[in-house]
T-cell receptor, first 112, second 113 residues
Framework: GENVEQHPSTLSVQEGDSAVIKCTYS??????FPWYKQELGKGPQLIID?????GEKKDQRIAVTLNKTAKHFSLHITETQPEDSAVYFC???????????FGAGTRLTVKP | NAGVTQTPKFQVLKTGQSMTLQCAQD?????MYWYRQDPGMGLRLIYY???????DKGEVPNGYNVSRLNKREFSLRLESAAPSQTSVYFC????????????FGQGTRLTVV
């Protein structure tokens, strides 16, 4: 089955700096890679996703890149703000949510 | 919009006790899921229901049962709770088709002593 590894487990940056979180996956059949943000006391919320026919996707300060050959994908947050502080999860699936596998999560802290 | 609603938010059980976690969604989604979240392990799928009347095992189904009561509601039951089931449980739902966004509830923090 799919195995998703996520690094780093914790990340601390100064407000205004960039943050990068990296994930690798094992199943070459995976074709959907969402990223979720989980704020304290809340459930995960989708912030951006990418499909295997696309190498990069941007949404304002957030971007995701995918390298299918190397089986890794990354989340990039630019101009970080304190409200970006949360736990971020990457995930990979072959197209069905029932086979989606999550990374262990990255706790991002943005210091004012 | 309420989205996905879970009850209770917190629960403490003694080993061997039973309980049911409730989940309801108001987005008319076909698919519903139960996950557990443990430190350093991300979210792991316990059971899912692709449509009303069907349920299937996920990665970690042992010790749990589920019921898809109707299209809105999907419950998770622990028949005889064990300390290893101490976790945060999340219910989620998604619409029809592949690669559709999953919407999560706020979670239930369960402690088994």
């Amino acid at each position: 089955g799919e195995n998703v590894e996520q690094h780093p487990s914790t990340l601390s940056v100064q407000e205004g700096d960039s943050a990068v979180i990296k994930c690798t996956y094992s199943d070459s059949a995976s074709n959907y890679f969402p990223w979720y943000k989980q704020e304290l006391g809340k459930g995960p919320q989708l912030i951006i996703d990418i499909r295997s026919n696309v190498g990069e996707k941007k949404d304002q300060r957030i971007a995701v890149t995918l390298n299918k050959t190397a089986k890794h994908f990354s989340l990039h947050i630019t101009e970080t703000q304190p409200e970006d502080s949360a736990v971020y999860f990457c995930a990979a699936s072959t197209g069905n949510n029932n086979d989606m596998r999550f990374g262990a999560g990255t706790r991002l802290t943005v210091k004012p | 919009n309420a989205g996905v609603t879970q009850t209770p938010k917190f629960q403490v059980l003694k080993t061997g006790q039973s309980m049911t976690l409730q989940c309801a969604q108001d987005m008319n989604h076909n698919s519903m899921y139960w996950y557990r979240q443990d430190p350093g392990m991300g979210l792991r799928l316990i059971y899912y229901s692709a449509s009303e009347g069907t349920t299937d095992k996920g990665e970690v189904p042992n010790g749990y049962n589920v019921s898809r009561l109707n299209k809105r509601e999907f419950s998770l039951r622990l028949e005889s709770a064990a300390p290893s089931q101490t976790s945060v449980y999340f219910c989620a739902s998604s619409g029809q088709g592949s690669n559709t966004e999953a919407f999560f509830g706020q979670g239930t923090r369960l402690t088994v002593v």
